[in-house]
């Protein structure tokens, strides 16, 4: 099994960054496809940005095209997701999600989540 372990969420003001880490326990880390979702307060959950085997095959909602890194460190076993230039409407509750094989958009294609950190924007 995965097990998942998001951090680095917190309050900022509006134009400004955040940092979030996911620290994965899984025997083969390299072979997954690695993903962020975000839930804010009476929305569904949706998709933010996912990425496969190398940083290169990374994608990204329409809406943090451009603000937004999706990463992977496979020798730490952790991804990440670097939020620049921040805006009230990101805030949410992050979620780490990792599935095995293609990189899709689409949350009932992951098999393993983790507890969520919370990002709130200020304005």
Known sequence: QVQL??????????GESLRLSCV???R???TLTLAW???????????????GRSDDSAIYEDSVE?????????????A????????????????CAARQGTVYRWKRYY??????TQVTVSS
């Open 80 to 95: 990440y997701l670097q939020m620049n230039n921040l805006k009230p409407e990101d805030t949410a509750t992050y979620f």
């Open 111 to 116: 098999s393993y989540w983790g507890q969520g």
């Open 66 to 78: 451009g603000r937004f890194t999706i990463s992977r460190d496979n020798a730490k076993n952790t």
């Open 37 to 51: 979702f975000r839930q804010a307060p009476g929305k569904e959950r949706e998709f933010v940005a996912a990425v």
């Open 24 to 26: 994965a326990s899984a």
């Open 28 to 30: 083969f880390f390299n």
């Open 5 to 14: 372990v998001e951090s680095g969420g917190g309050l900022v003001l509006a």
